[in-house]
């Protein structure tokens, strides 16, 4: 049973920085590229940053480069996003995403972790 735990969201003010950590189980953490989305109220989920299986290659999204950094730990199953100069338009639940291959490709989703940035 494949399982991505969230933890690390809160309330943070304008400028400040938060960690939000994703502890994944269930299937081969090493060898699978991890995402963190995002969700706003009354928008659509996007793509915030996605790392590759060994972490040697990252991306994000427009908005938040130069600000936020995905990293990950393949000996804890476990995948970091550093967020920093944290703006009010960054409030959302994170969430956590795997797209693993069995059969076929499955896609699995965290139960979202709410980050708050206000004064």
């Known amino acids: 049973q494949v399982q991505l735990v969230e933890s690390g969201g809160g309330l943070v003010q304008p400028g400040g920085s938060v960690r939000l950590s994703c502890v994944a189980s269930?299937?081969?953490?090493?060898?699978?590229?991890m995402s963190w989305y995002r969700q706003a109220p009354g928008k659509e989920r996007e793509l915030v940053a996605r790392i590759s299986s060994t972490g040697g290659s990252t991306s994000y999204v427009d908005d938040v480069k130069g600000r936020f950094t995905i990293s990950r730990d393949n000996a804890k199953n476990t995948v970091y996003l550093q967020m920093n100069s944290l703006k009010p338009e960054d409030t959302a639940v994170y969430y956590c995403y795997a797209r693993v291959y069995w059969s076929h490709w499955y896609e699995y989703w965290g139960q979202g972790t709410q980050v708050t940035v206000s004064s």
């Open positions: 269930g299937f081969t953490f090493s060898t699978n590229a």
